[in-house]
């Protein structure tokens, strides 16, 4: 069946006689169509419709999605060929529009203008018998040639208006069940698929003619609605989620709105999945009004309300890690491209930190997933002490069966190296975000933890890079506690790669952080460090000028009697 483009007014056609083709090119000449509707006196429409999706009648499938217009195009040589091929199928095609009086035309067409006048007077003969034999029908005629645009110009009045009335009764007929189905809430056979269904046409119905904002209210109320009856202890009849193994639980839709819906009405979805497609159509229409700020304040929430019921539902750490990474990343990467000025929303400073929250999240989640598979080095608060570091062992798993198969992950857990290389592109890609939006204290955080994945790598020079870095923006930042473990391992990587004057450096800032040294040998060992390096030439001079600046020499008086001998001296 066809995909329904819900985005667009659709409208159904047929052709008889190859009609359409005469006149297809010509009708977007003509646009937009100005179409305007008030329901009930309350609901107003007003839309420019710029594109409008042509469908075949026969592939129309189910009358809860009909479009709004039916058109037949008809064209014949003469009224032997009216009479033979034309008048049955036009009666057929009537036969299956039953029902929809309001919204349905037949347009004559007649071939291009000849000088020869049997030609010529057949196209008022086969008119006039078309407006004969159907004449309780809305019929139209185009005659092409040089008079084709009186013909074309009363054709989309005609669909203009069929468009307009037909979408008043739509929409007069929605708001009417909706009110009553609300009114029957409390009786046994209520039935929330059903009512779903007849609201969302509602929504689809604003979608579709740019009402973004008043599409976007029903879905929300359709949200909270199923939150109190699920509080209320209402029974939806359907399993939360069906196996781990389900990868169709992933955050945006892998089918045409249609699908869900037909699953809706036959209630085959599960909890998990509706709630997955309320949040899918909901960032559709945002990010077509184009508001990513919107897009990523809900995806923070509703992923993280997600991870919250799979562990409800003992769900493995490893399906829930692995999920909320998928989520937090795919959403991240829909919202970054999106960091520009856009209508509504200038604050690409708030659009860029919640970026850097959806990928820190994604990150954090990768990190979990790590430990769970022995890729990421156990957690643990490194000090730098006499005996030298001992590298933890990593010895990755291979059985990673049960994840969401995000081809990301899939590949990270071939080796150490691929998982490195993911770790440090998503946190670089949310110190990116961070920094465009000032937060340069979380840009320190993920390059320090960076930093320490390098180091129990054994990595000490890629380490030793990153927390420079860090080590300079956060002296001016006063992180004391995240600054003083720097030092400890920038003191490592540096005694391990054998850079003495870096070390000597460490060694003195480290004894800056006196009241965060629990054990008071180690401040000794950093004295003896010091003294035992400082007689090595080449950081001397090194070692002369970090200490001048802990020092200073005040003359406070000279006498006569004082001589400058080498005791004094």
Known sequence: THKMDFSKVTISYGDIGKAWGLIEEKIDFYLPLSIGWTAYEIFKVESELKEIAWIPYNEVSRLIDHPYFHVMFVTCKDRKDYSSNVKGALSDWIDIMNGED???LIVYVSRRETSDRKL????????????????DERICTIKLG????????????????????????????????????????????????????????LALMYETFGKHQEALSKYDELEILLMQLME???????????????????????????YYRNKLLEKDITELELKRYIFARQCDILFEQKTPISVAERSLKFIHNIIDELHQHNFSDRWIFSWAF?????????????????????????????????????????????????????????????????????????????????????????????FDKLYAKIGSKAATAFNGSSRVRMTSWLDANLAKLYFCRGRFQNA???????????????????????YNILAEC??????????VKDLL?????????????????????????????????????????YFSVSILDVTSHISLDEELH
Not at 153 to 164: A, C, P, T, V
Not at 189 to 200: H, I, L, N, R
Not at 494 to 503: F, L, T, V
Not at 523 to 545: G, K, L, Q, R
Request: hydrophobic share 40%; glycine share 4%; proline share 4%.
């Open 326 to 418: 998928s989520a937090y990343l795919d959403i991240a990467e829909s919202c970054q491209p999106l960091v520009v000025n856009t209508q509504g929303e200038l604050d690409n400073d708030q659009l860029l930190s919640l970026v850097g929250d959806l990928y820190f999240q994604a990150w954090i989640s990768l990190e979990k997933l790590g430990k769970l598979f022995n890729f990421f080095p156990p957690s643990h608060a490194f000090v730098f002490q006499p005996e030298v570091f001992a590298l933890p062992e990593c010895d990755p798993s291979k059985d990673i069966d049960g994840i969401v198969p995000h081809p990301s992950l899939l590949s990270a857990f071939n080796s150490l190296n691929d």
């Open 509 to 549: 800032m480290l004894l800056r952080f006196k009241s965060l040294i629990a054990d008071p040998e180690l401040i000794n060992f950093y004295f003896e460090e010091i003294m035992v390096t400082v007689y090595d030439n080449e950081v001397e001079t090194i070692v002369i000028e970090s200490l001048s600046k």
């Open 102 to 104: 309001d919204s349905r």
């Open 120 to 135: 010529n007077f057949s196209f008022f003969n086969v008119s006039s018998l078309i407006k004969k034999d159907f004449k």
């Open 232 to 258: 209320e202890g209402y029974d939806l009849q359907i399993p939360f989620s069906n196996d781990e193994d389900d990868n169709t639980s992933l955050l945006f839709l892998t089918e045409p709105t249609i």
């Open 494 to 503: 540096h005694r391990s790669i054998g850079d003495k004057s870096s070390y």
């Open 464 to 486: 030793s890079d990153l927390l420079k870095i860090v080590a300079k923006n956060l002296n001016t930042d006063y992180w004391d506690n995240l600054l003083y473990t720097t």
């Open 146 to 201: 040089d008079k084709e645009d009186e013909g074309m110009e009363n054709f989309i009045l005609e669909m203009q208006e069929g468009i307009s009335t037909h979408g008043a009764n739509l929409m007069e007929n929605s708001i009417k069940i909706i009110k009553d189905l609300d009114k029957r809430r409390n009786e046994p056979d209520w039935d929330f698929f059903y009512f779903f269904t007849v609201k969302e046409e």
